[in-house]
Each structure stands twice: as C-alpha cells, then as structure tokens.
C-alpha cells in the first residue's frame, strides 16, 4: 500500500515522460514549403513531461476527458510505444536499456487490458490459444501442460474452461473481457494497465469485472494503473487518483481527500459534473468550450481559456506541479 | 471438417453448463457458414463441380485417355487432320478429331490442361508467397521500407500484365521454368497490394498490441496473428488471379513465346491448329479453346461467389 514506505524503489517509475507524434511533410509540402508556402510539420503533444511513480499494491486512477493523452500515457508504461521523451523505469531500471532476461521480465510484469473486448481478441484463434501462446513461446509452461494451464487461469477469472476450443466470436463482451484478463495474467504480471477496460460493457457487467479485478489484486498482489473517464467508478476503487488535462498532470491525491476538496480549478470543474443520487435537481454546468486542440495547445496553463478563475500570470507561465498537503500535488497558478 | 467434430466434442464435454442458445451459436463456426453460404448459388456449384472434375481429368489424363499424345510410337502421321468422330488408326474413335500431328486431340486437351494448370497454379502459389511477404512485412515495416516497396509495385502495376510477361520471356527464352517466372513477376505486385491493405487495418488493432505487450516476436505477430486475418481477400484474388496466369500463358503460347512443342500447353495446342482455321479444320483449335474457356469461366465464377460471400461488407 501507498503508506507504507517500501524498501526499494517504487515498481513503476513514469520520468518526465512525453509522446509526441509529428506528421512529417511529404514532398509535395516540403517543395511547397521551399516556395515560401508556410507550411509547418504539424506536431500533437498527446503527454507532456509528466512524472507519476507507483509502488507495489497501488491502485492509481489516471482521469481525464477524452484526448488528454491518458490512453497514450498507458500505452507507454505498458510497452506497447515508446515514449519520446523521458524514461519508464520498472522497479528503478529504464525498461528500454534492459535486454534478455530483464528485458522480459519486465515485459511481462506490466500487461495492459484493452478497452475493446472486440477488437483486443484475434478472431482466428481459439481462447486456448489467446491464453497459452505466449508463456509456451516463451517457456513459462510446457506445450503438454498448456491445456491444464489455461484451464487455471480461466477458472481464476471466472470462465468455464470446457468453453476454451471456443473462438471470440462466441462470447459475449463480459466473458470477451475476461478472455483479454485472462491472457494478461497468463505470463503473471505485477502490474495491469487497465485503459478503459470496463467502458464498453454494459454497466451490470461493468459490476463485475471491477469486482474480479480487485479479486484478482488480492490474490495476485496486482497493482494497477485504471485508466477511466468514469469518475464514479474511479471513486470506488482507487486509492490515489491522477488528473490530467491536454497532456499534463494537474493534479495528484489520495482519492478521498481529491473528491472531498479538489484543489485545482480543472479537478473542481470536472468533479462538480459527477451525477449524484443527492444533487437531483442541480442543474449541471458543463466546463465551458471545448478540450483545445493539441496540436496548438494555449501557453502557460493548458487550462486558462476555459478556467473560470484565471488571472495575471495563467496565460504565460506554465504552473509547476507542488505539494499542496500529504501526498497530494497540484499544478495551479492560485497555490502560489 | 475435423474443426467442427472437435467443436463440438468439446461442447460435449461442457455438458449442462451450455444453454441452447449457446449451443446453437456454437454450431454455426464460420467454417461452416462460410460453405453453407458458397453453396447458396446454384451457379457456383455448378463451376466448382466443373473445376473439380477439370481438374481430376487432368490429374488422371493417363488413365483416361486411348493415346499418350507424347508417346511418338502411339502418334501415327497417318491419323492427321481428322474429323471428330472418325476411326484412328490404331483402332479407338477420336471424338475430337486429330491435329496435324496426327495426336487425337480428347487426349491432347486432357494432357495440355496438365500443363496449362500446373504453370497456372505454381506460378500463383509462388505469386503469393512473395506477394504476401512483401505485402504484410511493408504493412508492419511501415516508414521508408513500405514507401519503396509500395512504389515499386504501382509501378509495376501500371504495366499490362501481358506486356510485362511478353518482354520477360522475349529476354529469358522458351522454357517451362521461365514462363512461370514471368508469370510470377507479372503477378506478384497483386498480391502484395492485397495483403498489405487488409494487413494495415489489422495492424491498428488491439489483440496486436496485446501480442507486443505479451514480448511475443515480430514474425510471429505477422504471420500467426496478422496473417491469418488477411487471408480472406488473398484467396479470392488468388483465385482470380491463377485464372488470369492460365490465360495469359495461353497467349504467350499462341503467340509463340511460351511453352515450346515439347510440352504442349492449351495455348500451344490453339496455336497448332490456327493454320488450318481457314481450310474448314475448325476443331484442332476450337476444342482446346473451348476447354480453356471452361477452365477460366469455372475458376472465374467460383472466385466471383467467395468473393460475395468473404466480403464482409455484403454480410446478410
């Protein structure tokens, strides 16, 4: 747990982190640009610089409206892209200096759950084989014990393992769902990013797949990185909660404290949007205009032009993350 | 077949736990609705029925037919040039006539479809297998490498096949083994256009992404798990296209530039017999063309009916 100061380093380490994607001119623009047409390659800042680190046993929400580089975030620290900037570090050594053995230790220590139950199955192969490819490639289990093998995890995430000749077609989302968790914690990770893993179920199902996740953390020892646009779900199962807007963290808190007094206008905005049994009759107001666009994001906060409380120095300077109280950090221009 | 009987032992096995509905979804694999569905068009099955017996004659020509036609001892000159139905020689009555050679030409046809679909389909296989390769590795490569690679094959594309495989085989010579390398050249630039449409839109999907983060290798991402989502349009052009090399190496033969006599093609076959069109012999080339054209209409409209039927956008 997050209170009790671990011995060694912390299992996931997120170290100015940035992903940038550039669409590079093709030749056409590049001979347009020699001719004075002012074109610019155009560069989208999906995460900029952002520092999180999570020890073993967290549960961390990583929150934020649709764009703000959450899901890239999340596909960083699971491998699947490298970031441009900044280092991922797997219990204190960057993941991508290791090579060999550590290199696949750690590959298979952060697995991610993908929020697509259709798409996150290949449709030609049979669940036993989703299950069991890769720790028999990769030696964890013996091809003749594969059967057995996938038998147990299936079992473990609440599927009939006489259903594993199946192929994903044949299953609904929920069961698909348990399919992908399945395949993760074939190779035993340490460490789930789950990005949006719950969205598109239907919210009975939503139930229980959150219920089998924190029955999984038990009995694995599991720490997460819940990545989910559903504050009421991230309220529910996170013990630390991060907020990010247009690529940067604003702010980082223990879940109680963040949803009792958020600290940053941003945070404030967007918790005040969270649909409660006790505020029937509030009448909802939006956070005024649009998530600008990343390709040209404002200067100094990223949140000014929409930010009800803003003043002097929010369009210029770009607020740094500070300690606004125990384990709690905030990135606003109003602390100072 | 052997993938619907373990289907279903399996859903033996779950006995009780499986609902009816369950049961009736698991029956429908998409093996078997795909068959079920390519037998919908009367047509279709008529041509696959067509192709298969084709094909069968073909493989069986020696035990179906009164002469081997490259037996010289069984080729009697005095046989030439006669009408369909007459008495040969050697006492058997050739149906189809015989060419100038004296060769009946039942057993000509039976022997040149050997060869017309051996080049046919070992050019095709050899065709997607570079074709694929190329396609998927510039798919997964991306970058510079799929640029180049996929420049070459517009390229190449914008040349008509035939032209292409006419100046290939004006440059290597007559020749078995060179007709199926043109025609392999002619053809690869489909195939890879093919796969590498269908293996950019898997690329961007999830269950890869989870074979990276699984630390599962590049090849084995590309063709265990790319691949075989690819396949469905690869089949049916490689259908279409293996018609396409059947009648294309049949006009490199009738026009002198492909097989030589020794190994007498379809194509060689209506070249023989092209003289003697305006002297009333009408039948040394127009049965061998007749048996081309069954050949490629057949392989046509069995391609033409899994294309309908693997499309997904014409999913009923």
Known sequence: MSELVSAGPPLIEIQGVSKR??????????????????????????????????????????????GCGKSTLGRMVAGIMPPSDGAVLYKGRDIASLSGDDKLEATFAVQMIFQDPFSSLNPRMRVEDIVGEAPVVHGLVPRKGMSDYVDEILTKVGLDPALKRRYPHQFSGGQRQRIGIARALAVKPKFLVCDEAIAALDVSIQAQIINLFMDLREEFDLTYLFISHDLSVVEHISERVVIMYLGRVVETAQAEALFAAPNHPYAQALLSEVPRLDQRKRDFQPIKGEIPSPLDPPPGCHFHPRCPQSFGPCSSARPVLKSIGPDRISACHLND | MTVEITQQSADADAGLAITQEETAAAIETPFRRFVSEFLESRLALGALFTLGAIILAAIFAPFITPQDPYDLAQVDILDGRLPPGSEAFTEYTM???????????????????????????????????????????????????????????????????????????????????????????????????????????????????????????????????????????????????????????????FLGVGLPQTEPSLGVLIANGFEYMLSGKYWISVFPGIALLITIVSINLVGDQLRDVLNPRLKR
Request: glycine share 10%; net charge neutral; proline share 1%.
């Open chain 1, 21 to 66: 994607f550039v669409k590079r001119l093709d030749i056409a623009g590049k001979i347009a640009r020699r001719l004075g047409a002012g074109l610019e390659e155009e560069t989208v800042h999906a995460v900029d610089g952002v520092d999180l680190s999570i020890d073993e046993g967290d549960v961390v929400g990583l929150v934020g409206e649709s």
């Open chain 2, 95 to 253: 149906w189809l006539g015989s060419d100038g050679a004296g060769r009946d030409l039942y057993s000509a046809i039976l022997y040149g479809l050997r060869i017309s679909l051996a080049v046919g389909i070992t050019s095709g296989i050899i065709a997607i297998a570079i074709g694929m390769s190329v396609g998927l590795s510039a798919a997964y490569i991306g970058g510079r490498f799929e640029t180049f690679v996929m420049r070459i094959v517009d390229l190449q594309l914008s040349f008509p096949a035939a032209l292409v495989a006419l100046m290939l085989v004006a440059l290597l010579g007559k020749g078995i083994d060179k007709i199926i390398l043109a025609l392999v050249v002619a053809q690869w630039a489909y195939y890879a256009r093919t796969v590498r449409g269908s293996a950019l839109v898997e690329r961007s999907k999830e269950y890869v992404e989870a074979a990276a983060s699984l630390g599962l290798s590049h090849a084995r991402i590309m063709f265990r798990h790319i691949l075989p989502n690819c396949l469905a349009p690869l089949i049916v052009v490689g259908t279409i296209q293996t018609a396409h090399a059947i009648a294309l190496e049949a006009t490199l033969s």
